[in-house]
């Protein structure tokens, strides 16, 4: 295993640099202050690509493999997290999905549009009354004819305000239970399909999240996703992938809270010296860099398993839950480094501190990665 970037992986990751820190940084306090969802960058990000790293250019996208996605992630996280959900959800969950599992017409109607980044596609499970047991499914998805009927609702839906495709997974056979589980391709504009406000959240405040309410929404036969009862092992192969995404967000977020913190320790003088001159201060800093380090060789490593086609759902959700847990130490250490500061709103890094709380929550809690690990281990 070569942890030396490639040529090309250092252009693209100079270009998404460049452009992140150009275009997106400079927005990132608007984002959060304002609950401001960034369309024209997300616009500018589909004509670059990077709203379909991995899919073909076929059906719209660049091509690139699973690490340029990392890549791309970590550097869009590292100058604004509300603007990595948005990118993470298109590509890894909708995208994903489609490219995976979608018939060649649902990849030429809608996995096309969305890698380009002409419209925008959200991911329909977690719901209020099941949470991460994503098998007690009670939305449910009645056949007449040609047609899916739908009913049911969603909660926490990141894009749904600004997407024009979701996938919803609704039991088609209740009895089965998870076998029982099957995914749609939905029009949001369908008739019954109704998308609530935007949450007011702690952190990644401009990623629009929403709840969703599904009231005999009519789906065509034809926009069934895989086959009825595939909806499970749909969701929980995205979510696998998606974990891997989730830690490299993760890990950008933590990238910026230490340099945050690193930088502010350099400048701030107390007591006649430089506050990193403390050796306090300085094993703050040597932790984080650890932590930092082994972040990424997870990420790594999981990620070139993927890639060679290996077995890597250990380690999706071993680098997910310490990427996640190290990016919320980092940043609460960054933010102590900037003692009083840390808490002002005029610094960055109490954004990083609230942004970093999600990816502990989100495409799995850190108590779900260590189930999902202890069930690997077990079974070894």
């Not at 007690?136 to 024009?164: C, M, P, Y």
């Not at 029982?180 to 949001?188: I, K, M, P, Q, R």
């Amino acid at each position: 295993m070569d942890f030396a970037l490639s040529d090309t992986h250092k252009m693209l990751r100079q270009t998404i640099r460049d452009f992140a820190q150009k275009e997106i940084a400079p927005l990132a306090e608007k984002v959060d202050r304002e609950h401001y969802f960034p369309s024209e960058t997300v616009k500018k990000l589909g004509e670059m690509g990077f709203m379909g790293v991995f899919v073909p250019e076929q059906w719209g996208g660049t091509g690139m493999d699973f690490l340029s996605y990392v890549i791309v992630m970590e550097e869009i996280a590292y100058a604004c997290a509300a603007t990595s959900v948005i990118v993470s959800v298109n590509n890894s969950l909708v995208c994903a999905g489609l490219l995976q599992f979608g018939s060649d017409e649902q990849k030429k109607n809608v996995l096309t549009p969305l890698a380009s980044g002409k419209q925008l596609g959200c991911y329909c499970l977690t719901e209020p009354d099941t949470g991460s047991d994503a098998a007690a499914q009670r939305t449910r998805a009645v056949k007449r004819g040609d047609e899916w009927i739908l009913n049911g609702s969603k909660n926490f839906i990141s894009n749904a305000l600004h997407s024009q495709w979701a996938i919803v997974f609704a039991m088609t056979e209740p009895e089965k239970k998870a076998k029982g589980v099957s995914a749609f391709l939905v029009d949001t504009k369908a008739p019954g399909f109704e998308i609530g406000k935007a949450e007011l959240k702690l952190g990644i405040s401009g990623s629009a999240t929403s709840q969703i309410t599904l009231t005999d929404v009519r789906v065509p036969a034809s926009r069934i996703l895989g086959n009825p009862g595939d909806g499970f092992r749909i969701a929980m192969t995205l979510l696998e992938s998606g974990r891997i995404g989730i830690a490299s967000q993760a890990y950008g977020i933590a990238r910026a809270a230490f340099d945050a913190g690193l930088k502010y320790s350099k400048d701030r003088i107390a007591f006649g010296k430089p506050v990193s001159e403390n050796q306090g201060i300085q094993w703050y800093l040597c932790d984080m860099a650890v932590r930092l380090e082994n972040s990424w060789n997870l990420i790594a490593k999981a990620t070139w398993l993927k890639e060679n086609g290996q077995p890597f759902g250990k380690e999706a959700a071993m680098a997910k839950l310490y990427a996640s847990e190290s990016a919320n130490w980092i940043a609460s250490k960054a933010l102590q480094i900037h003692g009083g500061n840390g808490y002002l709103k005029e610094y960055a890094v109490e954004r990083y501190f609230r942004d970093a709380r999600i990816t502990e929550i989100y495409e799995g809690t850190t108590e779900i990665q260590r189930l999902v690990i202890a069930r690997h281990l077990l079974k070894d």
